[in-house]
């Protein structure tokens, strides 16, 4: 399967700081992207889907000014958290999509945030 | 509002057995059906997809597809205690929309 990788891994913050979390497609271009998070025993929750080259599309309730998406290139796209808080704690995953027949994806590790 | 429902289980199986996870969407203009694991703290990685009716087989693991149904299983066959882990369907539809379900827990015991 396609590889995708995320950094950081983990990361701790502080109340009020901001967070940059890059996601790459390693062997594959990615035209799509999307973000989730997703919260202990719960399901995946999806943030938003973004294109290359043009705005992310988010979900109902994920407010943009808050978890600013870029993706500039068919390889790499960026989730920061800005002015996090402790309710923003939570594994945020990202996922490429491969445009074949099935538009499968593929997710990264994941990046466990923990503000504190 | 496009819903994918599986039961949360857990589900248990003896070490060897079928272990038999089930998924019905209520989009019936969905075109692509994924099975991903999870195993705890890590994130989903794909398992197999299917988009026409019928079976496909992949080594342990079986697909089936009922769209009259609105309907996807996954069948493992000969379960190992490493297929422990959080089974997600997804039901992609004409364009890159995914929907996911909430999960099944599947514990094999050995």
């Known amino acids: 399967g396609a590889v995708v990788s995320q950094h950081p891994s983990w990361v701790i913050c502080k109340s009020g700081t901001s967070v940059k979390i890059e996601c790459r497609s390693l062997?594959?271009?990615?035209?799509?992207m999307f973000w989730y998070r997703q919260f202990p025993k719960q399901s995946l929750m999806l943030m938003a889907t973004?294109?290359?080259?043009?705005?992310?599309?988010?979900e109902q309730g994920v407010e943009k000014d808050k978890f600013l998406i870029n993706h500039a290139s068919l390889t790499l796209s960026t989730l920061t958290v800005t002015s996090a808080h402790p309710e923003d704690s939570s594994f945020y995953i990202c996922?490429?999509?491969?445009?074949?027949?099935?538009?499968?994806?593929?997710f990264g590790p994941g990046t466990r945030l923990t503000v504190t | 509002q496009k819903e994918v429902e599986q039961n949360s289980g857990p589900l248990s199986v003896p070490e060897g057995a079928i272990a038999s996870l089930n998924c019905t969407y209520s989009?019936?203009?969905?075109?692509?059906f994924f099975w991903y694991r999870q195993y705890s703290g890590k994130s989903p990685e794909l398992i197999m997809f299917?988009?026409?009716?019928g079976d496909k087989e992949d080594g342990r693991f079986t697909a089936q597809l009922n769209k009259a149904s609105q309907y996807v299983s996954l069948l493992i066959r000969d379960s190992q205690p490493s297929d422990s882990a959080t089974y997600l369907c997804?039901?992609?539809?004409?364009?890159?929309?995914?929907?996911f379900g909430p999960g099944t827990r599947l514990s094999v015991l050995p």
């Open positions: 996922s490429g999509s491969i445009p074949s027949s099935s538009y499968e994806q593929y």
């Open positions: 062997d594959f271009q990615a035209t799509t």
């Open positions: 973004s294109n290359e080259g043009s705005k992310a599309t988010y």
């Open positions: 989009d019936r203009g969905s075109q692509s």
């Open positions: 299917i988009y026409s009716n």
């Open positions: 997804a039901v992609k539809d004409y364009g890159q929309n995914f929907v």
